[in-house]
């Protein structure tokens, strides 16, 4: 079917307009992802392998070095940044949605097309998760704990806590919606972070949901010596798809070719 044909730049909103999801939108858009994963299973699986060899590459990294703050820091963001590397299975999904037959090459035009912009959400998120590790040293020089003060521990894990919370809601936020837009629609990174923080805090519950089931299952990747990662995050991948086909309406937009 084909799209309204996008409207003049000065006519546009600054956000994206977006639904109103109903609880039931987290588990549609899995079954969604799902169906694309097996209707492309072998480019599904190369992308996963590539992001389980990234992941193996980096946990030896920080185990050779001796540096486990430096993994926790990179496995506790993994499921914020993974998007920068699903850019091309976006591009999958965006293929079997057009009827089209997904190829590798289309892939790396498209990553090659949304470079830019990518940087521009990579950058955002290197300073949120470098802010969000400052934020943890501070809580521990401000609150020091010893093992036999108890009351002093709590403090320290619950000061702590909602602080992680606070950085995890920020780039969660900014991450949900703006990569796949960006790999659908000729539009700028900000307008497309600000339209995916907005149309998370209009669907807080749904968004809750949907941000534990992405916890929950690369906790399951990583869980399986990473190798589940190898179908799960393109499973993500496709499943994010649909959530931002579902909720965000970029048609004044023009489509990337």
Known sequence: MAEPPATDPAARPFVVPCA???TGAPWRWLRAGWRD?????????????VIVLVSAGISWLAYALGRFALLATLLSGFVFVAPLICVGLYCVSRALEQGRTPRLRDSFVLARRVLGQA??????????????????MMVGAFFPFDGGDPGAFREFLALGSAVGAVFATLTFAVAAFSLPMIADRDVDMVTAAVSSVHAVMRNKRVMLVWGLLLVVLT????????????????WLAYASWHGYRETLDAAAWPALE
Do not use: E, N, Y
Request: glycine fraction near 16%; avoid cysteine.
């Open 37 to 49: 994963l097996r209707r492309a299973p072998a480019l599904s699986l190369l992308f996963g392998a």
């Open 20 to 22: 109103d999801l109903d």
């Open 219 to 234: 906790a399951v990747g990583f869980a399986t010596a990473l190798l589940g990662l190898g179908v799960l995050m393109p």
């Open 119 to 136: 940087g521009v959400f990579a950058l955002g998120q290197g300073v949120i998760i470098l802010l969000w590790s400052r934020a943890g």
